[in-house]
């Protein structure tokens, strides 16, 4: 797709084609002021003004377009993503109102991920016109950093190991003249043994990493974000079944949520001290696998006994959250595609938040709210942490039972986060298994909205 700048302009009265919005309730009165022969026009396309219908009616030597939305008067994200997903190539400004936040589903409504398409037969940009030019950066930053985030969880593995998830986050730091550390390999061993132990098993250049970048300045408060990198998850020696395998490219999603949030907070040069971990790692098999029965050391002290090989993404993520807390944060923020349980329970359109704090957790869920990205609160039972019991190690990695899987999990994290640090945990899908308008089938960021506004909020501009 074109650079999310170019999508949104400055309108200064330049020649552009109108589109007009309407509702059912209100298309009556719209098509009255049309001729027979547009009204006629619309007919033949059924539109009736229903939402996410798409009209164009002819208008002399030119033409208008008309779109369906369910209040004209108060415009969400996705209220404009289908027109841009529809109309042929051009320039456009509404005829009535200003776009607001729908501008940001008019960019991702022409997100495409044409990496390997050997045709691309997409259409040219759909430029929209707006007088709110306080507004165009804000947005389209936004909606480049969900756009940056759905190439990372659409790219395949073998495309997007952990070696490349490095990568990008050396691009990150360049971008922002950020701090970036990674320790990879057998190094790992020393700080970081439960990232080692379980991607160790991995082919040398998918070899495991913990990249930690770090940005801003030292005296403002210190914002943590972790983001699970498992680049591919076969489930190790509890090996998936092929169906639970064939999307786990997009195990690396918590990474990709992470590296936008990071990157939207440096470009807004919020006043914050930065850290940024991502443990990367495959879960593969072979003879150096990690076992069930296995008992797995941690940099917190903790020692793990492993029930099942494919609760990997918890593991990584307690050796991350530890190196965090170390920086003595205000917050940390994790993002993780982690648990089934989370879907089962909430579908995949609902991260799963869960929090320490009541007023953090609601303050999150505010802000997604506001800004058309949802999320729903699950609990931290002090009574499930026995679920989480072992014979022979501090704890073990998973529970026997199918109970709660989703805040088992989360108290699993919780005991690796330092004593009295807010904390915020994402459960996030980070794919959207069918398509609807601005919102591709494919990656998608399931949280990032939310805590980007959370986070403006709380540190501010």
């Known amino acids: 797709m074109s650079e999310a700048k170019a999508l949104i302009q400055p309108d200064r009265g330049t020649d552009a084609i109108a589109i007009h919005l309407v509702n059912k309730d209100g298309f009556e009165a719209f098509a009255k002021g049309l001729s027979a022969g547009q009204r006629a026009a619309l007919a033949a396309q ?24 369910a209040n004209p008067e108060s415009l969400t994200s996705w209220c404009l993503a289908k027109l841009a997903e529809d109309l042929p190539e051009g320039t456009y400004r509404l005829a009535k109102g200003e776009a607001g936040p729908a501008m940001f589903g008019w960019i991702t409504g022409q997100y495409r991920f044409t990496r390997y398409k050997s045709e691309d037969k997409a259409q040219g940009p759909r430029v929209l016109l707006t007088a709110q030019v306080g507004q165009i950066d804000a947005l389209t930053a936004e909606a480049q950093a969900e756009c940056a985030l759905r190439d990372l969880v659409n790219m395949p593995a073998e495309d997007l190991g952990p070696a490349a998830l490095e ?3 050396e691009k990150l730091a360049k971008a922002h003249k950020a701090d970036l550390t990674v320790v990879r390999g057998d190094a790992l061993e020393q700080g970081y043994p439960m990232v080692h132990a379980v991607g160790r098993a991995a082919a ?20 943590a974000v972790v983001g699970k990198g498992v680049c591919f998850d076969s489930g190790g020696l509890d090996i998936k079944p092929s169906s639970g395998m064939r999307l786990m490219k997009k195990d690396m999603g918590g990474a990709a949520h992470a590296i936008a949030l990071a990157g939207l907070i440096m470009g807004a040069r919020l006043k914050v001290r930065l850290h940024v971990l991502v443990p990367a790692v495959e879960n ?13 050391a941690s940099r917190k002290g903790l020692t793990i006994e492993i029930h099942n090989t494919d ?4 593991l990584i993520l307690g050796d991350a959250l530890t190196r965090a807390s170390e920086e003595n944060p205000d917050l940390i923020v994790d993002f993780a595609t982690l648990t089934g349980a989370a879907r089962v329970a909430l579908g995949p359109d609902l991260p799963a938040l869960m929090a320490r704090s009541d007023a953090t957790a609601e303050a999150f869920l505010a802000a997604g709210r506001a800004q058309d990205d949802p999320a729903w609160r699950l609990p931290l ?6 679920y989480l019991a072992s014979d022979v190690a501090d704890m073990a990695n998973a529970s026997a039972n199918p109970f709660a899987g ?9 005991r690796f986060v330092g004593e009295g640090i807010d904390w915020v945990h994402f459960d996030t899908f980070a794919w959207n298994p069918s398509p609807r308008p601005g ?23």
Do not use: C, N
């Open 46 to 69: 059924k539109f009736e003004g229903g939402t996410f219908q798409t009209g164009i009616v002819p208008d002399g030597d030119s033409w208008f377009a008309v779109g369906g939305v």
């Open 167 to 169: 990568a990008e986050f």
């Open 284 to 296: 593969a098999i072979s003879g150096g696998a990690f076992r069930p029965g296995d008992v797995l």
């Open 204 to 223: 040398r250049h998918h070899a495991p990493r913990l990249m930690h970048l770090a940005w801003g300045d030292p005296s403002h408060p210190v914002l």
């Open 381 to 386: 039972p002090e009574g499930y942490r026995e």
């Open 439 to 461: 919102r591709a089938r494919g990656g998608r960021g399931l949280g990032l909205r939310a805590s980007w506004h959370a986070i403006r909020a709380r540190y501010g501009a």
């Open 406 to 414: 989703a805040s088992v999990a989360g108290l699993f994290l919780d």
């Open 311 to 314: 609760a990997e993404g918890r």
